[in-house]
């Protein structure tokens, strides 16, 4: 088993580009989320999804848009990239969110906006 | 608001040593409480899940501990070695809410 994947693992955009992250697992989860790290202020959520067709937002949610097609993926959307929004993007995933079952994260995409 | 802080946020110590690192919370309401390690560079790796009705859990040279009425857990590393050099982050997950709740970390560093 492969876990958690993303796709990059690196980009650098340019301010006001658009690019979507793309997070897959094959654990058969129903439960997705990013999250965002920077220095200092440790990891947030972003979105997340408790299932396949469902996304909610998270703690900081304004600039991202999510989609969830597919169980097995979760993709995290830019429309226009800010330079505030670089970052370490992490994405997770869980069995079950009743009882709070361990989460298992990706290695993460290292973002830069210019 | 759920407040996870973790004492201390840096921490060096010489191989061998026994440590603990400390983690705490503002609400008791959790279901659980998860450490990770993350590397640098790396993402985070899950070390122990200690569900609320737990007071400790154990993996290898690792023992976590909760105390949910104090608001307390600590991570208790033994004969620590220069390969337990990472970042290690708490994080408590809550009924009102649908994901975790990350403490900033404690960076340690074992000298050989």
């Excluded at chain 2, 996870?4 to 840096?10: H, K, L, S």
């Excluded at chain 2, 985070?44 to 307390?72: C, V």
Aim: charged share 15%; hydrophobic share 35%.
């Amino acid at each position: 088993n492969a876990g958690v994947t993303q796709t990059p693992k690196f980009r650098v955009l340019k301010t006001g580009q658009s690019m979507t992250l793309l997070c897959a697992q094959d654990m058969n989860h129903e439960y997705m989320y990013w999250y965002r790290q920077d220095p200092g202020m440790g990891l947030r959520l972003i979105h997340y999804s408790v299932g396949e067709g469902t996304t909610a937002k998270g703690e900081v949610p304004d600039g991202y848009n999510v989609s969830r097609l597919k169980k097995q993926n979760f993709l995290l959307g830019l429309e226009s990239a800010a330079p505030s929004q670089t970052s370490v993007y992490f994405c997770a995933s869980s069995y079950s969110l009743a009882g709070a079952t361990e989460q298992f994260f990706g290695p993460g995409t290292r973002l830069t906006v210019l | 608001k759920q407040e996870v802080t973790q004492i201390p946020a840096a921490l060096s110590v010489p191989e061998g040593e026994n440590l603990v690192l400390n983690c705490s919370f503002t609400d008791s309401a959790i279901y659980n409480l998860q450490w990770f390690r993350q590397d640098p560079g790396k993402g985070l790796t899950s070390l122990l899940l200690i569900q609320s009705s737990q007071r400790e859990q154990t993996s290898g040279r690792l023992n976590a501990s909760l105390d949910k009425s104090s608001g307390r857990s600590t991570l208790y590393i033994a004969a620590s070695q220069p390969g337990d050099s990472a970042t290690y982050l708490c994080a408590v997950f809550r009924p009102s809410g649908y994901a975790l709740n990350f403490g900033k970390g404690t960076s340690l560093l074992v000298t050989p």
